[in-house]
C-alpha cells in the first residue's frame, strides 16, 4: 500500500523549506545565496545553531547578507553532532512548511531546484521527489556528477540502491515527521541514517519522482582532515569511472522521460 497516496493533495504555491544545521563557517554564505536566488519565490531557509560560537557566527553572516525568508534557531544547549541530525529532527516539527529538505554548509542549490521539484510534484502527482547532484571538493572544483551512488531505483557501482535522503530528497510536511526520528535511531544502530530513511520512504512511500536535474551541489567538508576528503575524493572518482565504463553513451537507465 502506498500511503502517501491517501495524503496527496494539489497544494497551490506551495511553502518550499531548506534546513541547514551549522556552526557557522564561512562557506554558509555560498548555501544561503544560492536559497535567494531561487526562481520559485515561496521558499524559507531555516538555520540551526547550537553553540555559542555558531550563534554568532550565523548572526554576524546574516546582518551582513540580510536575507530574505531566513530564519535563526538559536537553540540554547548543545544537543546536535557533526551532522546535525537531532537539530534536523527538532525543527522538523517546529515551523511550518509544505515540504521540507536539508542542505548541508558550504552545499547549495542551483537557482531553478525549487522550480523543478515543483513541476515534478504537479506533472507526475508525486508523493515525494529526489533530485540529482554534484559532488566538489574543497575549493569548490568539481569532482564529477554523481552517476554511481544517489541514483533512486537503479543499483549503484557498489551494489545497493540509494539517495542521498538528508540532502537530495523533497518531502511533503507529514511524511517528514514520518522518518525524522530515523536521523536519531540509525547511528544508534552504526547503521548508516540515509540509507534507513530511503528505504523507509521508497517501500512506505513508492510513488516518488526524480526531478532529472543535477540541482544539488554536494560539497566535501572543509573543515575535516584533508587526508579523509582527499579518500573521499578518491572513492567517487572511482565509481564515476566504473559507471562509465557501464553506461558509455551515457544513457543512465535512473533518468527518464
Same mark, same amino acid.
Request: charged share 25%; proline share 4%.
Given at each position: ?59 554576524? /553572516?546574516?546582518?551582513? /547578507? ?13 544537543? %546536535?553532532?557533526?551532522? %546535525? ?17 536539508? +542542505?548541508?554548509?558550504?552545499? &547549495? ?16 502527482? +508525486?508523493?515525494?521527489?529526489? +533530485? ?5 571538493? &574543497?575549493?569548490?572544483?568539481?569532482? !564529477? ?6 541514483? %533512486?531505483?537503479? /543499483? ?21 515527521? +514520518? /522518518? !525524522?526520528?530515523?536521523?536519531?535511531? !540509525? ?47 578518491? &572513492? ?17 537507465? &535512473?533518468?527518464?522521460?
Amino acid at each position: 500500500m502506498d500511503y502517501g497516496k491517501s495524503y496527496e493533495k494539489n497544494i497551490m504555491n506551495p511553502l518550499y523549506l531548506i534546513h541547514t544545521p551549522t556552526l557557522g563557517h564561512e562557506s554558509l554564505v555560498d548555501t544561503i545565496e544560492s536559497v535567494q536566488k531561487q526562481t520559485y519565490k515561496n521558499v524559507k531557509h531555516v538555520i540551526t545553531t547550537d553553540t555559542e560560537e555558531g550563534h554568532e557566527k550565523v548572526s554576524k /553572516i546574516l546582518n551582513s /547578507i540580510k536575507p530574505k525568508n531566513t530564519l535563526h534557531f538559536k537553540n540554547p544547549e548543545t544537543v %546536535g553532532n557533526p551532522n %546535525g541530525v537531532r537539530l534536523t529532527v527538532g525543527v522538523s516539527y517546529l515551523v511550518n512548511y509544505d515540504y521540507w529538505q536539508n +542542505c548541508g554548509t558550504g552545499d &547549495w542549490i542551483e537557482d531553478t531546484h525549487f522550480q523543478n521539484v515543483n513541476d515534478t510534484f504537479e506533472k507526475y502527482k +508525486c508523493s515525494w521527489v529526489w +533530485c540529482l547532484r554534484k559532488i566538489w571538493d &574543497w575549493n569548490k572544483e568539481l569532482i !564529477a556528477p554523481d552517476i554511481f551512488e544517489s541514483i %533512486g531505483h537503479h /543499483i549503484s557501482w557498489n551494489n545497493y540502491r540509494f539517495i542521498i535522503a538528508n540532502d537530495c530528497h523533497v518531502v511533503p510536511r507529514h511524511f517528514m515527521h +514520518c /522518518i !525524522a526520528n530515523l536521523n536519531v535511531i !540509525a547511528p544508534m544502530y552504526k547503521t548508516c541514517n540515509d540509507q534507513v530513511i530511503f528505504n523507509e520512504l521508497r517501500y512506505k512511500f513508492p510513488h516518488f519522482r526524480c526531478t532529472n536535474n543535477y540541482s544539488f551541489n554536494f560539497r566535501l567538508n572543509q573543515d575535516r582532515d584533508l587526508q579523509k576528503n582527499e579518500s573521499a575524493k578518491k &572513492w567517487y572518482l572511482e565509481g564515476y569511472r566504473v559507471m562509465n565504463e557501464l553506461y558509455p553513451d551515457g544513457k543512465y537507465p &535512473w533518468i527518464l522521460e
